[in-house]
């Protein structure tokens, strides 16, 4: 406890996944490309970009499920009136920042 009487709590760690030497190849090549860019040689910047996409091609960013469209309304309002009693405006808040899958999951263990 801190000296305002707040319970501090540490944010959990984050598991790291190592990258393989390919990975590490192909970053180091997208940096290059990078400042080569900011440079301006256009040119040879597409050119490693392109060898580090055969080496190790870009992971696709997986966009976040908004729970307001995934939820029912029915859902939406078992969890404003009796888990966060609070009003569409608030959950809306709320779901803005909490994950779809742990809104979805508050509703299954209701």
């Known amino acids: ?5 707040v319970v501090e709590q540490e944010a959990p760690a984050k598991e790291r996944v190592a990258l393989t030497p390919e990975q590490k190849q192909a970053a180091a090549l997208r940096r290059d490309a ?14 490693l970009e392109a060898q580090a996409d055969q080496i190790a091609p870009v992971a696709a960013k997986t966009s976040r499920v908004d729970p307001m469209t995934a939820l029912s309304d029915e859902e939406q309002a078992y969890l404003r009136k009796s888990v966060f009693e609070c009003s569409k405006k608030g959950f809306a808040a709320i779901a803005s920042v909490v994950s779809y899958k742990k809104l979805a999951a508050m509703v299954a263990g209701q």
């Open 1 to 5: 406890m801190s000296e305002t009487g």
């Open 34 to 47: 990078t400042l080569l860019r900011k440079y301006g040689n256009e040119q040879k910047a597409k050119e």
